[in-house]
């Protein structure tokens, strides 16, 4: 059950690295941005703050 969750938060820690409005992406059923595995934990802002966040309505 415990490995059962850690994956379950990696998994949501992903997606919300790529979908910072991930909630109101859900809600709204959107699609999600693919994340880019190669820029996580990396130096610079790419992979943190580049991602599209889903228009204002």
Do not use: C
Not at 7 to 18: D, E, P, Q, S
Not at 32 to 42: A, I, P, V
Request: charged fraction near 20%; avoid cysteine; hydrophobic fraction near 40%.
């Amino acid at each position: 059950m415990i490995i059962t969750q850690v994956i379950t938060i990696r998994i949501a820690n992903r997606l919300f690295l790529a979908n910072p409005d991930l909630p109101l992406r859900f809600a709204l059923s959107k699609p999600l941005n693919r994340y880019d595995r190669n820029t996580f934990y990396s130096s610079g802002a790419q992979g943190y703050i580049d991602y599209p966040m889903l228009e204002k309505l």
